[in-house]
């Protein structure tokens, strides 16, 4: 094989790599990304079905229901604007609680329930996740 | 076509850059302004969160004198660093209420007898709701409230020694 | 007083760099001046002796508790156990960027005294592009994270280390995967001063290679002890979270993993010249964006560091500075760099490149994965990016990477024959299809990624020590045996993460004091929850029996913690190490009718996974230690299989 050709043929798969890899990634990411949404843009916009999102508001007050199992809890998550049902079985963090804030990982049912594998409460001690206080802000209509 | 091949890596290089500068000057929002600067306080009535303090309602914010609406927590580390600042423009003569999170009674009258109390009523919000009411997102924040309860300063985050006299200055703005 | 010294001595380090880059320079100028050059390496091994200084100055106030000083005031409690007071002194920004100098500088000194094989103008160019590498984390330091900083008026006690860092493996799991960084920026180095001096060659990449290798050991070390830190400390059950600063250790891995190969290659074959020379820069680059990652705070991790945009800018600007000039180096200098050998499509050379390529692909994906929500971000999304989009991305082209990996070693350098490959490669393959099948059939509801990534493990355990078939094992050098052993260890760990993706057992429950349940094999029983108290916490911790089938019981004691200073709640896993996996459980909460809540696992096999790491490392440093030995006594550095 002739030098040239060689070094030729050595970048081009460098460069096919590369773009492979970016190719790779963009079509994982258009599926993969997990999105936040609030009660109201559920509302909105219709379910964000056969895909991992995060939803975050408030614990509707009086909504926690416990099951008989000791695990499994039933929450309503709310922004003012929507409800929300949400599922969660596990261990709950120490800071959620009813009427305070929450962001659930999971994936919606078609039913509209929103099954949780994950609570993120405790995340931060000091703050509340920021993209909760945001949406908060965005509904405006929270009032006490 | 060869040459575009030896530069290409930098130019590659170049857009990870980008990104990365655009995420440090668009930091993920950890704070966000409220939207009821220039509004009237959200109307709220909180018990009081220590007995030696009386509770606060959104009539208090609204009596013809500005004052600065405190939240704080016994459990927020720069809380405590923000103490003696707060101690401080108490003395410059200014009104201090305050808005507790998520407290408990003893825990707050602990803060207050090791940390200094600057406070003149104190509400407590257990839920954060009112905080949230309030578009506040975090402890420790304070607003500034002119004599008719119209919110005219927001400032997130501990009040540090230097941010003093911009405190001062929409205090006396809102007169 | 202690404080000032460090201080001082530390400007004097930053001093000296700037001298040893000067001094560099003008050797370069004049070749016919051999005192300019000839006078790097003593300033190069003094700057290191400085700077060392400067941070036992550190370590010592960490000891002494001396709460004047603001970094300790801020990372440390006079009540703390010993050893956390010592790694107070680097389990934060400040302190690791001094570390990070320091063995910077030690490694520079380390070059300056005991290189002999590169060109002596290329070393020189190597020891200028340290001082200069230097000079920026000097200013970094100095400018906008001073560690001795004083506090006007002196707080009481400290405000202690976040609890989740406190722990013996965390107190060392920074500084290795620090020396890894710093290993980097040697070879980074290293390829800035031979693009200098146009001296791309063999001795360039031996005179690199013990540092990459080096580097890369740290890195296995840091990435294995970091993954298993998440598991046991977070009480999750996962061993890998694709979070931000998981990936910020992931990727420099990643490149330094390409390099080994490649240096070998040029080291051996004189061949990938202008790419090794790019991959250096690309896993130091890898190094400084996992820095700024962890340290600036753009994307938001599980893992709890004090972040500061500020810092992000500091570091930015430094990479623009190192990272794009040497990228501009290469476009101008690589071009004039002769040509290196050439090899045939079949040949050890082509596996290699294949496998640099494979590992350039999953650096991309990891990389694009991990900086999407910032660009997401731009267009005013909020996302995350999760096992979802990881696992399948990665671990897809991580498996024909394994292949791959198998493959290299049974083929010859310059050129083979297919034929000839495949009948070496016959019995692994045959052994990978019978494990394709027969996992299909004994588990026909295991997962797609689980079942090929146990297939392929099995398919590279029997491939990675085929190397050794019909060889003098007593022969055999010990940098083979180091490859071996580093590619048996990736089979392990593959097999580990495969067989407890499929196969853990996950139970939820809530149990009255007594009560019994059951988790794969064990059946687990809660004897009774009791408050403890610790050092500087409170606990309350469940005792918790399990006994395999009718075998003895033994004891388990999950912990919810509760830390003082800070005010952080944890839960301590108790994990009971079984001969094949691990027992793990948790304690949660109490419900209101008084039951409380454990989460169990059964996780097959798990151990494997770090265990392979262990591996990997071990390879990697019985190879470190074979290349030296034998190039200590064939200075001229002969060939090497």
Partial sequence: MKAKNQRLILALLALAAVIGAGLLAVSGLKQEAAFFYAPGDVAENGLPLGKAVRLGGMVADKSIRHDPDGVTIHFVVEDGKAKVPVTFKGIAPDLFKEKSGVVAEGEFHPDGTFVANNLLAKHDERYMPPELAGKMHKTDTLKP | MRKVFLWLPLAVFGLLLGVMGHGILNPEQTTIPSKLVGTKVPAFNLPAAVPSHPGLTNADLATGKPVLLNFFASWCLPCIAEAPVLEELKREGVVIHAIAIRDKPEDVARFLAEHGDPYARIGSDVSSRVQISFGSSGVPESFVIDGKGVIRHQHIGDIQPQDMPKILKALKDAQ | ?641
Wanted: glycine share 10%; proline share 5%.
């Fill in chain 3, 1 to 641: 007083m202690i404080a000032e010294i460090g201080l001082g001595l530390l400007w004097l380090a930053a001093g000296l760099a700037v001298v040893q880059a000067f001094l560099g320079m003008a050797g370069l100028r004049q070749p016919d001046r051999p005192d300019l050059g000839g006078a790097v390496r003593p300033v190069a091994v003094a700057q290191a002796v400085l700077v060392v200084a400067a941070f036992c100055c550190l370590i010592y106030l960490f000891i002494v508790s001396d709460m004047s000083v603001k970094l300790v005031a801020a990372n440390s409690h006079s009540d703390k156990p010993m050893l956390y007071k010592v790694s107070g002194a680097w389990g934060n920004h400040e302190g690791s960027m001094l570390l990070w100098v320091t063995v910077l500088a030690m490694a520079g000194a380390g070059i300056a005294v005991a290189e002999r094989r590169v060109r002596r103008d290329t070393l020189i160019a190597t020891l200028m592009a340290q001082g200069l590498l230097a000079l920026g984390f000097y200013a970094f330091l100095l400018l906008s994270s001073n560690p001795f900083e004083r506090l006007n008026r002196a707080p009481q006690d400290g405000q202690g280390l976040n609890p989740l860092l406190q722990d013996p493996g965390l107190a060392f799991h920074p500084p290795t995967l620090y020396f890894g960084y710093v290993g980097m920026s040697v070879a980074f180095s290293f390829a800035v001063g031979a693009l200098v001096t146009r001296d791309v060659g063999p001795a360039f990449a031996r005179a690199m290679r013990p540092w990459v290798l080096g580097a890369w050991i740290m890195l296995t070390l840091g990435i294995t002890a970091g993954s298993y830190w998440a598991y046991y400390e977070l009480g999750w059950g996962g061993w890998w979270f694709w979070d931000p600063v998981e990936n910020a250790s992931l990727m420099p891995w990643l490149a330094a993993t390409a390099l080994l190969h490649s240096v070998t290659v040029l080291a051996t074959r004189d061949s990938l010249r202008a790419w090794t020379v790019m991959l250096s820069v690309v896993a130091f680059s890898m190094s400084m964006v996992g820095t700024f990652l962890v340290r600036s705070g753009v994307l938001t991790s599980v893992h709890a560091f004090a972040v500061d945009p500020q810092r992000g800018s500091f570091l930015l600007a430094l990479m623009l500075l190192y990272i794009g000039g040497a990228l501009a180096l290469f476009g101008l200098r690589i071009g004039t760099v002769r040509e290196g050998a050439l090899f045939e499509p079949v040949s050890r050379e082509a596996a290699l490149v294949l496998n640099n390529l494979f590992l350039t692909v999953i650096l991309g994906v990891v990389l694009i994965g991990t900086l999407y929500p910032i660009v997401a971000q731009g267009f005013g999304q909020q996302v995350s990016i999760g096992p979802p989009y990881f696992n399948p991305a990665a671990g897809s082209v991580a498996l024909l990477l394994v292949i791959a990996m198998v493959a290299g070693p049974l083929m010859r350098w310059r050129s083979d024959g297919m034929k000839a490959v495949l009948r070496r490669m016959a019995a692994p393959v045959i052994l990978g299809v019978v494990a394709l099948v027969g996992i299909k059939v004994l588990a026909p509801d295991i997962g797609t990624l689980p079942w090929l990534g146990l297939a392929v493990a099995i398919l590279a355990a029997a491939g990675s020590i085929a190397p050794l078939w019909k060889r003098n094992l007593a022969r055999t050098p010990l940098f083979t045996w180091g490859m071996v052993i580093a590619h048996l260890g990736v089979a392990v760990a593959l097999a580990g993460m495969a067989v407890d993706s499929a196969f853990y057992k996950e139970r939820l429950v809530a149990v009255d004091e007594g009560d019994t349940t059951d988790v794969g094999p064990f059946s687990v029983r809660l004897v009774s929850v009791e408050p403890i108290i610790g050092p500087n916490w409170t606990a309350l911790e469940g005792r918790v029996e399990a006994r395999r089938g009718d075998g003895a019981p033994f004891l388990l004691t999950p912990q919810a913690r509760n830390y003082s200073a800070p005010p952080t709640d944890t839960s301590e896993a108790a994990i009971s190490t079984r001969l094949d996996g691990q027992l793990y459980v948790v304690l949660g909460k109490q419900g209101q009718d008084g039951r409380w809540q454990l989460r169990l696992w059964w996780k097959p096999l798990v151990t494997f996974i770090w265990l392979g790491g262990a591996m990997i490392a071990i390879g990697g440093a019985l190879s470190l230690v074979g290349r030296l030995w034998r190039e200590r006594r064939s200075p001229r550095g002969g060939a090497s299989a």
